[in-house]
């Protein structure tokens, strides 16, 4: 997106990061979803850093779970080249009620809305243009998704107008879902009651079809996905690193593994597929990592099997145990040839003894 042309300077953006992001505990027992660390940097950064790149200036985030760990990191947001206002829920609001609870600090015609938690590598000046082009009072980002199943459909019409909004079905009508971005007129966001929970998808937008408004929906393939679980945000760091996910946030090269600061991983080691390993890491000869992300200062003993997992801040897995498709909490320890698959969360200070926990009878 070339900053040269249709540059988004009179368009605002809010980012809605006050989720609890209970599915992803214990890891947001200490830092909220959008905050932990995603390819080397806070999930959130990639988000503002497609922002940036899309030519907006001005940022306003809409927080309240551990609401002061955004502005302590990202500050007045001079660093990334943003503008960035802070505004706490006292009590959960829903998307629309958080949409209003920021509105007295917006300033443009046109605002960006976006769910925190979402990962999408969209054309966002594409989406302001069908915005603008079909006149609309608000836009949805639709993305196409191979099982629609799990998500509620949005279909719409040959111009593009939103015809309704579908629950989760066995059999959708359309592939179309809703990707968790928006562009609001300005007017519409200061009509959402005020001081309440309010949900954009099932009052808000079923609201203005109701009443005759423009509802358009900017459809595409672009990459997409919700982080809603540990597997997602697994995948989806794995993505970033291997430069499937595009951003401009990545602390270092795109490539089969990121390793940052201090670590040292041992020349027998195997560590690919997308794998993050953080400041202070340290891995053994002949351990086997792929698709993972190690929180610094975590450690992988020698000959151990790490895939599609968490390995959190301090925590270690010794010699010889597997971890698949799991969690590990902060400082925990799994203990040698230990065997964790299909899920499993370690909670933080957890110490599992060797061979304490096994999937398969073989010790």
């Not at 719409?156 to 007129?185: H, M, S, W």
């Not at 996905?225 to 997602?232: H, I």
Request: charged share 20%; with cysteine.
């Amino acid at each position: 997106m070339g900053e040269d042309k249709n540059v988004l300077d009179d368009v605002e953006a809010v980012v809605l990061v006050g989720g609890k992001g209970t599915r992803l505990r214990p890891l947001t027992l200490s830092a909220p979803k959008p905050m932990l660390p995603t390819a080397g940097v806070p999930f959130l950064a990639h988000l503002l850093s497609r922002i940036r790149a899309a030519g907006v200036r001005r940022v306003v985030l809409g927080t309240s779970y551990l609401a002061e760990t955004f502005s302590d990191h990202f500050g007045d947001g001079a660093g990334l080249g943003l503008e960035i206002e802070y505004v706490v829920e006292d009590h959960p609001l829903g998307t629309g009620g958080g949409i209003r609870n920021v509105a007295k600090h917006l300033t443009t015609d046109d605002v960006l809305v976006f769910n925190g938690d979402v990962l999408c590598g969209t054309d966002l000046q594409a989406v302001v243009g069908t915005h603008r082009s079909t006149g609309a009072d608000v836009t949805l980002h639709l993305v196409k998704v191979q099982d629609p199943r799990a998500y509620g459909c949005v279909p719409t019409d040959a111009t593009g107008q939103v015809l309704e909004f579908l629950e989760k079905t066995e059999d959708p009508p359309t592939d179309q879902i809703n990707a968790g971005c928006y562009v609001f007129r300005r007017s519409v966001i200061d009509s959402i009651p005020e001081g309440r929970p309010v949900s954009v998808e099932r009052e808000t937008f079923p609201g203005l079809l109701a009443a005759g408004s423009r509802v358009s929906g900017h459809v595409d393939n672009a990459y997409w996905r919700d982080m809603g679980t540990p597997l997602d945000l697994v995948h989806g760091s794995a993505d970033l690193v291997r430069g499937v996910a595009p951003s401009d946030a990545l602390p270092g090269a795109i490539g089969e593994s990121l390793v940052l600061g201090d670590a040292r991983v041992d020349p027998e080691a195997f560590v690919f597929g997308g794998t993050t390993v953080g400041r202070g890491v340290r891995i053994g000869a002949g351990a086997r990592v792929e698709g993972s992300m190690l929180f610094d200062g975590a450690v992988v003993g020698g000959g151990a099997v790490v895939e599609h997992s968490v390995i959190g801040a301090g925590a270690v897995v010794e010699e010889g145990a597997l971890v698949n498709d799991s969690v590990v909490g902060d400082r925990a320890v799994v203990g040698a040839h230990c065997e964790l698959r299909k899920g499993m969360r370690v909670w933080p200070d957890v110490v599992l003894p060797p061979h304490g926990v096994r999937f398969s009878p073989d010790v």
